[in-house]
């Protein structure tokens, strides 16, 4: 039937019925492409296309990725390349922060406390518990030692020395200065000398006699001699103070000229031992106050002197140099003080060059009586019987006793000296050698009366005071004769190339005042003035 009928139609009807069927079949292939895209595009197959939103009642394709939300991304994820990947920071432990790190607004920092060095401790602090604490022990003040304790090692220990019990002094000694001293419980004497020596020869040893014999008695009933030792040949340094009794022999039949058994019959005498600072003045007078105090304390007296055997300065430093001038009158000054009074005297007859204007106006405040020589001293020889017999030092404790005025015993000592002069070998040698020797005693009171008078702090520039106060002053003379009261001279028997008169000036002036020497210069016709290391005219 179906053949009849297309038998029957046209030609044009036979191509409008073909072109109806295509379009039908083009509108059935559509629905069923909206229906099922995916069998027709392969990429859109397994799974590329998860969803088809409807719009305008069409199912839209979406494409596969966190781009497009197909998966959106978690929170802790960013989308790169439409793919979903780990953020970055120590939130996300991408990366994780270490053990020593806190993970602070998404960054690994530094915990804070010692243990992770943020910060770190102090060279006195330890790290507990995460925390600085200042390290145990005295070194760090935790604890601070006591005041009788010294600090050892980090450990407090007691400070040695008998102020602190360690060790204690044995019964009947006294703990003077910190340390242990023979019993000062004794009554005041009539005198009390101290004799400075300082040991500084490079031939001289600890062990060897010496100093020792240069007196023969240090003590009676009236006297008691202080030997004040500055021993520069120890190491360390020191100053040592003894008080020889009556029963010191330094005889050497017995112990020779020293060794070790000497050494421990001469410190059984030693009262005390002071280590010397380095050579500062300043350090030295420190040192040497409260040794003079000591013998003030041990041996009080109704009168007190200071002998010195060594060289003389000319400028009034004390034991050759030992404090400079200032305080060298600072120390004369502290002695006056614990004393109550001037020294009694001050006998430097045996040292070069201290009978000189600068000497006085520097000590004249300080002491009644001043024995020196305008000279160099000694380098003269004697029998040595006599010189046990007549020597002022040898037999020092002869000539103070209360029957006697200290002003009278000063003058039977230097006569003494005169005496072992005219003895057949010193005589002789002095004047084979043309030795000058002279020793003058001055009254200190009456210093002031003749520097005023003859104008002495400025009329003369150098030389002998007394040849100036004759030409200049004659009227005056007799004030330099109440100073100089007392003088002895060789003028007699060795001839002399210049006149001395037994108290001389020098070119310079030591200024108490500003501590300055005062130099006469010729070419300006007056003093220039120098201080340290600076020139002022």
């Not at 008078?453 to 004759?470: E, M």
């Not at 005056?476 to 100073?483: A, G, N, P, V």
């Amino acid at each position: 039937m179906l053949n009849k009928f297309f038998k029957n139609i046209t030609k044009r009807q036979k191509q409008y019925g073909i072109g109806v069927i295509i379009l039908l079949f083009t509108l059935i292939g559509v629905v069923l492409y909206m229906r099922t895209p995916e069998a027709f595009d392969p990429s859109l197959q397994l799974g590329a296309i998860t969803a088809r939103p409807c719009i305008g009642r069409q199912c839209v394709m979406i494409p596969k990725g966190c781009t497009f939300n197909n998966p959106a991304c978690a929170a802790n994820q960013d989308c790169k390349n439409n793919q979903c990947t780990l953020k970055q920071g120590c939130v996300y432990s991408n990366p994780s922060c270490n053990a020593s790190q806190n993970c602070v607004n998404n960054q690994c920092v530094l915990k804070q406390g010692c243990l992770y060095g943020n910060p770190l401790c102090n060279t006195n602090q330890d790290c507990v518990n995460n925390q600085c604490v200042i390290k145990r022990g005295c070194a760090y003040n935790n604890p601070a030692c006591a005041v009788n304790q010294d600090c050892v090692n980090n450990q407090c220990v007691l400070k040695s020395g008998c102020l602190y019990g360690n060790p204690t002094c044995n019964p009947g000694d006294e703990c003077v200065n910190n340390t242990c001293i023979k019993s000062i419980s004794q009554g005041k004497k009539f005198l009390t000398l101290v004799v400075a020596t300082k040991v500084d020869n490079q031939f001289a040893k600890y062990e060897n006699m010496s100093w020792e014999r240069d007196i023969k008695i240090r003590a009676n009933d009236n006297i008691q001699i202080f030997d004040l030792v500055i021993w520069n040949i120890t190491s360390p340094k020191k100053i040592s103070l003894y008080k020889f009794d009556k029963t010191f022999n330094s005889d050497p039949i017995k112990y020779g000229l020293g060794g070790q058994d000497w050494v421990n019959y001469r410190e059984s005498f030693n009262i005390l031992n002071v280590d010397i600072p380095e050579p500062d003045s300043k350090a030295h007078l420190e040192v040497l106050k409260p040794i003079m105090k000591t013998v003030v304390e041990n041996q009080p007296a109704e009168h007190y002197g200071i002998k010195f055997f060594g060289h003389g300065t000319g400028n009034a430093q004390l034991f050759s140099g030992f404090m400079n001038t200032t305080d060298s009158e600072s120390l004369l000054s502290y002695i006056n003080s614990i004393i109550g009074k001037k020294i009694d005297f001050l006998d430097w007859d045996t040292n070069c060059g201290d009978g000189v204007y600068n000497v006085a106006v520097s000590q004249y405040r300080y002491a009644d009586y001043i024995l020196a020589s305008d000279l160099d001293r000694g380098a003269y020889e004697f029998d040595w019987d006599d010189g046990l017999r007549l020597k002022p030092s040898q037999i020092l404790v002869t000539f103070f006793s209360p029957g006697k005025t200290i002003r009278q015993s000063l003058i039977d000592m230097v006569n003494s000296e005169r005496l072992l002069w005219e003895t057949q070998t010193t005589k002789n040698d002095m004047i084979a050698k043309q030795t000058k020797q002279s020793v003058s005693i001055y009254d200190t009171s009456k210093f002031e009366d003749l520097m005023a008078s003859a104008n002495l702090d400025k009329g003369i520039h150098s030389g002998d005071i007394l040849d100036y106060v004759k030409k200049n002053y004659s009227a005056q003379e007799q004030k330099f004769y109440d100073f100089r009261f007392h003088y002895i001279s060789n003028k007699d028997f060795v001839t002399w190339n210049e006149n001395r008169n037994g108290f001389w000036k020098d070119s310079w002036i030591w200024d108490t005042k500003i501590n300055c020497f005062w130099i006469w210069d010729n070419d300006i016709n007056d003093y220039r003035m120098i201080c340290d290391d600076r020139t002022y005219p």
